[in-house]
C-alpha cells in the first residue's frame, strides 16, 4: 500500500473541515475524491501533503509515518502536489519552473533527460521553453504544473482540481497526458475532480466526500451504476 | 561634459548605496513578507565590528586594522553572522504571523541593538581612518572623481552581477525566487524551507556589512545611527520597486540616489534645505500612480 | 431598526470605556495621593501617550493600515498650540516669519487646543484624500512619506518654525488632570468612532474587503473619515505635549515616538481600544520598573541596581517576547468589558 490515511481529522480554527477520514492506495492505482464544494477534498489533499497539519490520524506513505511532517520532507518521500489554482511561478521561466522539482533529486544525471521526456510529452512547452511562465494559458499552465510535478520522478501525484477553469477540450488533453502518463510510468494517481464523469470515464476507484467526511466508496464505474452516488452526493434519505 | 560626468557619478554613488540597502530589504521581503526594520542596526552593528568597545572620545580601532582581504571578509560573516541569529533566535517564531507584528519585532530587535552599542561605544560619532587613501580624486574623461565613488560603483555593479547570477543560474538561486513568489507551493515541491530563508537572511546581512564598510570609508567617523538614513530610503525604494522584486528594489535605489542628487543641483537655493521634502512626495506620487510598484512581478496582483 | 441596533452595539460594549477611563483615573489618584512632583510628571507623559496611542488606534485598528505618519499630526498639533499662545512679543522676535493673523494673537488655551488639534484634522483632510486611495503597505508608506514631509518643512522653515532650535515659551499647563483629560477624551472619542456606522463599516472593510466593498461600502471614504478623526485626536496629544514641555522641536515628532508608540499599539494589541491603552499602560510601567532598577533599589538591606543603558535593551528584548508568545498583541483583538462578554464571545465563536 503506497498511501494510507487513517480517521483524520483536521480544522481551521474553530471549523472541522474534515472528519475521520481514511483511505488507501495501492501502487499504480488511481484514486478520485469527488463531492460537493466545501466538502473537504482540498483539504484532504493539503493534509497529506502537509500543508495543514490534522489534529487527529495517521498518514503513511510508501511505509513511512508522515503526519505532520513538513511539506518539503513528504515531497522527498515521493509525494507530489499539484494544488487548486495551478500556481505556476510567473516570474520563473517554463524550464526553471521544470527544473524546481528537481533540487531534492539526489541522481542529477537524470534530469536532462528528464526534460527530454517532458517536452516529448508536452510539446507546446518545450517551444517556451524560456519564457516567463505566467504568460501561459490556463490549460498550458495546468500541463506546466503537471509536467513540473513529474520531474520529481514522484511515486504519487495528487491533484486538485486539474478542470478548474478550464474549456472541455483542453480538459480532455489534460486528462489525455495524465492517463498516457499512468500508463507509462506506472504512476500512482490521487484526484480531486468535482465531475464524477470524469472519473468514470478514467477508472479506478472513487471515494464521495460531503461535509468534511467520506461517505461512499467503490470502484468508480460500479457505483455510477447503482443509485448509491446520486444519493449520497445529494444526501437523499438523510435529515 | 565635466559636470555632467560628476553628476552622474555622484548619482551613482548615492544610488549604489541605496539599491543596495533596497536590496537587503527586499530579499528578506520576498521571502518573509517582513520588513526588516533592524537592517539599518546591521549596518551600523557591522561598522562598530571594527572597532573594540570603548567609551573613550578616540575610537579604538580593533578589527579594523586587519589588511583588507582579511577585513573584509570577517566584518561581511559578522554581517551575516548577525542577520543569521536574528533569524533562528526571533522572526522563525514568528513565520505566519500579521505584518504589523513582525515590523514592530524588528523594530524592537533594532532598538535592542541600538542601545548595546549605546551602552559599548557611546552615542558620540568617533572618527576612524579606513582607506582614507582611497578620497583621493583620480581623473576620469577630464572629470576629478574620488577614487572611492569608483569603487562604490564597481563593487555594487560586482555584487548585483554576482546575484544576479546565483539567483538564476544555480538551483537554490532559483529556489529562492520560487520561494519568494509563493513560498508554500515551493516547499511543495521540495524547497527546504528554512534553508532559503537563511540564505536570504545570511547575504542580507552581507549585503548590510558591505554598506557599513563603504559608509565607514566614505565618512570617517563611525555613529550609531549611520544606517537609519539608509534603512528608510532602501524601505520606501522596495515598496516603489514593487514588493517582491530584487530588480525592481534595486533600480529604484537608483533612481531614489538620482533624484536625490539632481534635485541637489536644480532646486533653486530657497528650495534646497526641503529637497527631502521634494523627494518624499514623489514618493507618494509614485505609489499613486502605481501602488503595486513599478515592477511588480505579474503574480503579485492580489485577486479576489 | 438602525437605532435599535446601534442601541445594542452601545448596550453591549460601554463598558470597555468605562473600564479603561476609570483604570487611568485610579492611576491619576494613586499619583496624587503619592504626591510626588517626578512622579506626577512621569504619570502626565503617559497619559499624552495614551492619547496619542488611542488616537492612532482610531485610524490603525479600525483600518488595518499601518500608518507611520501619525507623529505629524502631533507635531502640526504641537507648534499650532505653540504658535497661538507664546506671546505675541516673543512670536516676533522667534518667528518673524508668522503672519500678522496668528502673530498677534495669543489664544486662551482650551480654545487654542481645539483649533491646533482642528488644523491637525484639516491637514489629514488634504493628506488623507490622497493617500486613502492607497492600500496596504503602499499606504504605509505613504504615511511615511508624509510624516517625512512634515517633518523636512518644520525643521528648515527657519522664520515659521525655528527650524531644528526649539520654539521656547509655551504657557506650561499641562498637568496630571488636564492630560488625564485628554486621554478621557481621546478614549470617547475613539469609543463612539467605533461604534458608529463608519467605524462599524471599516472594520468590516478592515476583514472582509471585496465583502464590504460588495454591500457598498464606500472604504476610501471611510478611511478617510477614520484618518481626518485620529489625526484630531493625535493633534490633541501634541497640545498637550507642548504645555507640558513648554518647548517644542521637530525631532520630538518624528521616528523616535514614532516606533515607541507603534511597539505600545502593536504589543498591546492594535486590534482593540483596550489593546491602545493596555499596551501603554503595560509598557511604561515596564520601563518605569526598569528606570527605578537602574537608579537602585533597597532588598532586604542589600542595594540592587542595573547598568545604565540596559533599561531600554531589556524592554527591547520583553518586547520581542510577547510578540512571539502572543504575535495578536496582550489584549488578541478583544476588549476589556464585562458582564456581556461570555455572550458576546460565543456568538461571534472567538
Known amino acids: ?239 | ?304 | 431598526m438602525v437605532m435599535n441596533k446601534k442601541t445594542s452595539v452601545l448596550a453591549r460594549t460601554w463598558s470597555t470605556p468605562v473600564i479603561l477611563i476609570a483604570l487611568l483615573v485610579v492611576i491619576a489618584l494613586v499619583t496624587v495621593a503619592i504626591g510626588s512632583g517626578i512622579f506626577s510628571r512621569t504619570i502626565t507623559e503617559i497619559f499624552i501617550r495614551v492619547t496619542l496611542v488611542v488616537g492612532m488606534y482610531i485610524f490603525i485598528g479600525n483600518s488595518g493600515v499601518i500608518s507611520f505618519g501619525h507623529a505629524g499630526f502631533m507635531c502640526l498639533g504641537a507648534y499650532a498650540a505653540a504658535w497661538l499662545t507664546i506671546p505675541p512679543m516673543m512670536k516676533k522676535i522667534l518667528l518673524p516669519g508668522l503672519t500678522p493673523l496668528i502673530a498677534d494673537v495669543q489664544l486662551p488655551l482650551i480654545l487654542s487646543a481645539g483649533v491646533s488639534a482642528l488644523f491637525a484634522a484639516v491637514i489629514a483632510l488634504v493628506a488623507g484624500a490622497v493617500l486613502m486611495r492607497l492600500a496596504g503597505i503602499a499606504a504605509s508608506i505613504g504615511t511615511f512619506a508624509m510624516l517625512a514631509v512634515i517633518n523636512t518643512i518644520y525643521s528648515n522653515w527657519q522664520s515659521v518654525t525655528a527650524a531644528t532650535s526649539s520654539v521656547v515659551g509655551i504657557p506650561i499647563a499641562t498637568g496630571i488632570w488636564s492630560s488625564l483629560a485628554g486621554a478621557i477624551a481621546g478614549i470617547l472619542i475613539a469609543y463612539f468612532y467605533g461604534i458608529s456606522r463608519s467605524g462599524l463599516a471599516l472594520r468590516a472593510a478592515r476583514d472582509e474587503a471585496v465583502a464590504a466593498a460588495a454591500s457598498g461600502v464606500d472604504i476610501y471614504r471611510e478611511r478617510l473619515v477614520a484618518f481626518v478623526v485620529s489625526a484630531f485626536v493625535c493633534g490633541l496629544a501634541g497640545v498637550l505635549y507642548a504645555h507640558f514641555l513648554g518647548v517644542v522641536n521637530p525631532d520630538a515628532f518624528y521616528l523616535g515616538v514614532t516606533f515607541i508608540a507603534l511597539s505600545m499599539l502593536v504589543v498591546g494589541g492594535m486590534g482593540s481600544l483596550s489593546g491602545a491603552v493596555v499596551g501603554v499602560v503595560v509598557i511604561s510601567a515596564i520601563i518605569q520598573i526598569l528606570r527605578w532598577m537602574e537608579k537602585g533599589i533597597e532588598i532586604g538591606g542589600a542595594s540592587l541596581s542595573l547598568p545604565n543603558g540596559i533599561q531600554e535593551i531589556v524592554i527591547g528584548i520583553v518586547m520581542i517576547i510577547i510578540l512571539i508568545i502572543r504575535p495578536a498583541g496582550l489584549m488578541q483583538n478583544r476588549d476589556l468589558s464585562w458582564g456581556a462578554t461570555a455572550a458576546r464571545k460565543s456568538k461571534t465563536g472567538d
Not at chain 1, 98 to 127: C, N, Q, W
Open chain 1, 1 to 239: 500500500m503506497l498511501l494510507k490515511v487513517e480517521n483524520i481529522t483536521t480544522c481551521y480554527g474553530q471549523l472541522t473541515a474534515l472528519r475521520n477520514a481514511s483511505l488507501s492506495i495501492d501502487e499504480g492505482n488511481t484514486l478520485f475524491v469527488t463531492g460537493p464544494n466545501g466538502a473537504g477534498k482540498s483539504t484532504l489533499l493539503k493534509t497529506i501533503a502537509g500543508v495543514v497539519s490534522p489534529v487527529e490520524g495517521s498518514i503513511m506513505l510508501a511505509g513511512s509515518p508522515v503526519t505532520r511532517k513538513t511539506p518539503e520532507d513528504i515531497a522527498r518521500l515521493g509525494f507530489s502536489m499539484v494544488p487548486e489554482g495551478r500556481h505556476v511561478f510567473g516570474s520563473l521561466t517554463i524550464e526553471e519552473n521544470l527544473r524546481l522539482g528537481t533540487g531534492m533529486l539526489t541522481d542529477k544525471s537524470g534530469i536532462a533527460e528528464g526534460l527530454a521526456h517532458v517536452y516529448e510529452l508536452f510539446p507546446m512547452l518545450a517551444e517556451r521553453k524560456h519564457n516567463p511562465a505566467g504568460v501561459l494559458s490556463g490549460g498550458q499552465q495546468q500541463m506546466l504544473v503537471i509536467a513540473r510535478a513529474l520531474m520529481a520522478e514522484p511515486r504519487l501525484i495528487a491533484i486538485d482540481e486539474p478542470s478548474l477553469g478550464l474549456a472541455p477540450l483542453v480538459i480532455d488533453q489534460v486528462y489525455d497526458a495524465l492517463l498516457k502518463l499512468r500508463e507509462t510510468r506506472g504512476l500512482t494517481l490521487l484526484i480531486v475532480e468535482q465531475s464524477s464523469t470524469r472519473a468514470i470515464l478514467a477508472g479506478g476507484r472513487m471515494i464521495l466526500m460531503r461535509s468534511g467526511e467520506i461517505v461512499l466508496e467503490g470502484d468508480a464505474v460500479q457505483l455510477s451504476k447503482g443509485d448509491a452516488l446520486q444519493a449520497a452526493y445529494f444526501g437523499y434519505g438523510e435529515h
Open chain 2, 1 to 304: 561634459m565635466t559636470a555632467i560626468l560628476q553628476f552622474a557619478f555622484d548619482a551613482l554613488s548615492v544610488g549604489s548605496i541605496y539599491a543596495l540597502g533596497a536590496l537587503g530589504i527586499a530579499l528578506i521581503f520576498g521571502v518573509m513578507r517582513l520588513v526588516n526594520f533592524a537592517h539599518g542596526d546591521y549596518v551600523a552593528f557591522c561598522v562598530f565590528a571594527l572597532l573594540w568597545p570603548s567609551i573613550d572620545v578616540v575610537a579604538i580601532v580593533f578589527v579594523g586594522n586587519l589588511p583588507w582581504y582579511l577585513l573584509i571578509p570577517v566584518i561581511l560573516a559578522i554581517g551575516a553572522g548577525l542577520s543569521v541569529l536574528s533569524e533562528i533566535l526571533i522572526f522563525r517564531h514568528l513565520r505566519n504571523s500579521n505584518p504589523a507584528t513582525m515590523m514592530i519585532t524588528s523594530f524592537a530587535l533594532g532598538f535592542v541593538l541600538q542601545h548595546v552599542l549605546l551602552m559599548l561605544f557611546t552615542s558620540r560619532p568617533k572618527s576612524i581612518n579606513l582607506w582614507s587613501n582611497l578620497s583621493l580624486p583620480v581623473e576620469l574623461m577630464g572629470a576629478r572623481i574620488p577614487l572611492l565613488q569608483v569603487i562604490t560603483i564597481v563593487t555594487t555593479i560586482t555584487i548585483l552581477f554576482a546575484l544576479v547570477t546565483f539567483l538564476k543560474r544555480t538551483q537554490f538561486g532559483i529556489e529562492m525566487r520560487a520561494a519568494a513568489e509563493d513560498f508554500t507551493m515551493a516547499r511543495m515541491l521540495g524547497v527546504r524551507a528554512n534553508r532559503v530563508i537563511m540564505a536570504a537572511f545570511a547575504v542580507s546581512g552581507m549585503l548590510a556589512a558591505a554598506i557599513g564598510l563603504i559608509l565607514a570609508t566614505q565618512t570617517g567617523t563611525t555613529d550609531i545611527n549611520m544606517g537609519m538614513p539608509i534603512m528608510l530610503v532602501a524601505f520606501v525604494a522596495t515598496v516603489i520597486g514593487g514588493l517582491g522584486s530584487l530588480p525592481g528594489a534595486v533600480i529604484c535605489g537608483f533612481l531614489i540616489g538620482a533624484a536625490t542628487v539632481m534635485l541637489q543641483v536644480f532646486l533653486p537655493l530657497e528650495a534646497r534645505p526641503f529637497r527631502d521634502a521634494f523627494v518624499y512626495l514623489a514618493v507618494i506620487a509614485c505609489l499613486v500612480w502605481r501602488p503595486q510598484g513599478l515592477f511588480s512581478p505579474k503574480s503579485a496582483r492580489e485577486r479576489v
